[in-house]
């Protein structure tokens, strides 16, 4: 098996989210990867923006940081849609991710709710190897 | 010509303090059916629930049992821009049913306009997923049964936000026409122009992204000069409009500049796509500025029925007309790309 060559990444502010970026940073450390972190801009965030497409949110750049990964493989991507849609478009052009990787459960979501979870939605749609990060994983780093 | 409604339901008990998709919506749009002051003309279909065969037509078995069951439960945040009550599951199925019955309503009269003022709107919500605040996708299931019927279908997507739902049902399908104007970027992330339906229905899909700004002179000629010919060779007996007024220039989800007149003119182009009357049905979706939806759907639906009514003046000027030439030749080319693959692969 290819190791990681383009991960791309989950993220919606949520503390899972951020967890499964902390893990795609190590892995792709490891596998001297690019990693894409992509969040997606719902309906309602045109009313309130939550993130700029053009700089990379501080608590991202300070996890980056931490992890003394190299700035020039990492790419922020906020682009439209549900977060399953964006993710799942990740596997084609421009990023052509080899693996996606979510959190176990998102912004918003109610503990143990199967409908609207993105990692299930993701596994099961996904053409690429889907990494979901448990809430509980810890690296060390943290 | 009358105009046939869908029944009084209740729909309140779907709704989320301070969420933009709220019961005032359809209080707004029933407020524009009062101002078209028809009397007699306004003929009114009874509420009803769709059925469970009615909407798996077009939704997945397990999907709907999962919707029911999370209602059931008390409901939440099903992402974060969608919601479901206790109550949203029985609303979401009369408002599909609510096509249902006005589309039978036409069709018994063979006369009159079809409009469905019903919420959750319908046009995001995929086979087998909530989202973009829709739960079960009401234009579709409306098709999927006049397809059943042997029906050539038209639905015309005016929404401000692409029908990714309504596109991902009848991607396939040779006998329903989807046709979506959209402002792009914008949620949900497609609608580009060489999205031309599946393999089976080639030329069937007709998105026409428009940027930030653009008015309605600009959407008029994009459609005119890149849907229009589809329609005319499709030929279709019904048509069915995703009607939703955040295009408007007063809407704060979106960034379009229409008008009531605006929307008047796309009325008035809409009941010349079909021959006969009493098959043209607009369905609520989006429009999220009260003032602007009750004025929008007024100028629409008066347009429609063919009554005098001063709309706000037609827009014109905004970004976009240097772009339709550009986005014709970039289908034309997905289509021709398409055609020749299947010619190799037919002559290997």
């Known amino acids: ?142 | 010509m009358a105009l046939v409604i869908n029944g009084p339901y209740s729909d309140s008990g779907h709704e989320d303090e301070g969420h933009p998709e709220r019961p005032q919506r359809v209080v707004a749009a029933m407020a524009a059916v009062a101002d078209l002051r028809l009397g007699s003309d306004l003929v009114v279909a009874p509420s009803y629930s769709a059925s469970r065969a009615e909407l798996v037509r077009v939704h997945n078995g397990n999907y709907l049992d999962e919707l029911g069951a999370f209602c059931y439960a008390g409901g939440g945040n099903i992402d974060p821009d969608t919601y479901a009550t206790l109550d949203s599951w029985t609303i979401a199925q009369y408002a599909a049913g609510a096509g249902l019955k006005v589309i039978e309503e036409l069709q018994r009269r063979k006369d009159g306009v079809g409009f469905v003022a019903a919420r959750p709107p319908g046009h995001h919500a995929l086979a087998d997923r909530a989202m973009g605040f829709c739960l079960l996708n009401n234009v579709a299931i409306a098709a999927a049964a006049l397809l059943s019927q042997g029906e050539r279908v038209l639905v015309l997507d005016w929404d401000v936000h692409h029908g990714n739902g309504t596109q991902q049902i009848f991607w396939d399908e040779p006998n329903v026409l989807y046709v979506s104007t959209h402002q792009w970027p914008l949620f949900p992330g497609s609608g580009s122009v060489i999205e031309i339906g599946g393999r089976h229905a080639t030329d069937r899909t007709v998105n026409i992204p428009l940027p930030p700004g653009a008015t309605g002179d600009v959407m008029r000629r994009a459609i005119d000069e890149i849907a229009h010919p589809v329609i005319d060779s499709f030929k279709p007996t019904w048509v069915l409009v995703s009607a939703g007024f955040d295009a408007h220039r007063d809407d704060p989800m979106a960034d379009l500049r229409l008008t009531s007149g605006d929307f008047a003119m796309m009325s008035e182009f809409v009941t010349t796509l079909v021959e006969g009357p009493g098959r043209v049905v607009f369905f609520l979706e989006g429009g999220y500025d009260l003032r602007a939806l009750r004025s929008s759907i007024l100028a629409t639906l008066s347009a429609a029925l063919g009554q005098a009514h001063e709309a706000e003046t037609p827009s014109n000027g905004g970004p976009g007309n240097d772009q339709v030439e550009r986005l014709h030749a970039a289908r034309q080319s997905a289509i021709e790309t398409r055609w020749s693959a299947e010619d190799t692969e037919t002559t290997q």
């Open chain 1, 1 to 142: 098996m290819k190791p990681f060559q383009s991960i791309a990444v989950g993220y919606d502010g949520s503390p899972d989210s951020t967890i499964a970026v902390r893990w795609a940073l190590r892995a792709a450390q490891e596998a001297d990867a690019s990693v894409t972190i992509v969040h997606a801009t719902g309906l309602l965030e045109h009313l309130r923006t939550r993130y700029s497409p053009d700089e990379l949110p501080p608590e991202l750049l300070s996890l980056a940081q931490q992890y003394d990964f190299d700035e020039s493989r990492l790419r922020w991507l906020v682009t439209n849609g549900d977060a399953c849609s964006v993710l799942l478009r990740m596997a084609s052009a421009p990023v052509n991710a080899d693996t996606l990787v979510v959190g176990s459960r998102g912004d918003g979501k109610r503990e143990g709710l199967l409908l609207g979870s993105t990692s299930l939605e993701v596994a099961e749609h996904a053409t690429i190897p889907v990494v979901v990060v448990p809430s509980t994983y810890k690296d060390g780093a943290a």
